[in-house]
T-cell receptor, first 116, second 112 residues
Framework: AQTVTQSQPEMSVQEAETVTLSCTYDTSESDYYLFWYKQPPSRQMILVIR??????QNATENRFSVNFQKAAKSFSLKISDSQLGDAAMYFCAYRSTNSGNTPLVFGKGTRLSVIA | DGGITQSPKYLFRKEGQNVTLSCEQN?????MYWYRQDPGQGLRLIYYSQIVNDFQKGDIAEGYSVSREKKESFPLTVTSAQKNPTAFYLC???????????FGDGTRLSIL
């Protein structure tokens, strides 16, 4: 079974600075998808960014980018120019491409605080 | 607007009582999922359904039951066998595997 590990329970960053959240995963599959979700205090789950394992190019979405290292099974999220609205729980998630619409496997999350 | 609707937002259960959490989607998604969220635990899978009239147990299915009679609906029943039901429950759906899951706003279940 696949597992996802987020080794940083809490992180903090100064407003306008850059922060990187870590995520590692364990799988024997060669094709899969990786996601970062944001959960603000409202508890709504918001997709931040998605990466297909067969693509070598790292995904970017505005201030959010990933560093995908397939051999190392690492998928870190970089937030540039941090804003107060970025304060939230961030979850890394893995999705297999085998057998149809498989569920996500989540890490335990990293709570990000943004300091004004 | 298409989306996922979970109701109620807050739910209270008495000892020995079964309660049902509603999840409805109008996204025409084939697959639906139920996750439980506890502090420090992330999201854990309870049940999921890839098509109507079919569903599979997740990692923590004991004490829960589901049905999938319609594509749009995937209700979760928390039975009296679930001894620690206090948690935040999230429902999600997806169209096909490479698309991300969409989530509802969640239901907070507490014991009276």
């Amino acid at each position: 079974a696949q597992t996802v590990t987020q080794s940083q329970p809490e992180m903090s960053v100064q407003e306008a600075e850059t922060v990187t959240l870590s995520c590692t995963y364990d799988t024997s599959e060669s094709d899969y998808y990786l996601f970062w979700y944001k959960q603000p205090p409202s508890r709504q789950m918001i997709l931040v960014i998605r990466q297909e394992a067969y693509k070598q190019q790292n995904a970017t979405e505005n201030r959010f980018s990933v560093n995908f290292q397939k051999a190392a099974k690492s998928f870190s999220l970089k937030i540039s120019d941090s804003q107060l609205g970025d304060a939230a729980m961030y979850f890394c998630a893995y999705r297999s491409t085998n057998s149809g619409n498989t569920p996500l496997v989540f890490g335990k999350g990293t709570r990000l605080s943004v300091i004004a | 607007d298409g989306g996922i609707t979970q109701s109620p937002k807050y739910l209270f259960r008495k000892e020995g009582q079964n309660v049902t959490l509603s999840c409805e989607q109008n996204l025409n998604h084939d697959a639906m999922y139920w996750y439980r969220q506890d502090p420090g635990q992330g999201l854990r899978l309870i049940y999921y359904s890839q098509i109507v009239n079919d569903f599979q147990k997740g990692d923590i299915a004991e004490g829960y039951s589901v049905s999938r009679e319609k594509k749009e609906s995937f209700p979760l029943t928390v039975t009296s066998a679930q001894k620690n039901p206090t948690a935040f429950y999230l429902c999600a759906s997806s169209l096909i595997s490479h698309q991300p899951q969409h989530f509802g706003d969640g239901t907070r279940l507490s014991i009276l």
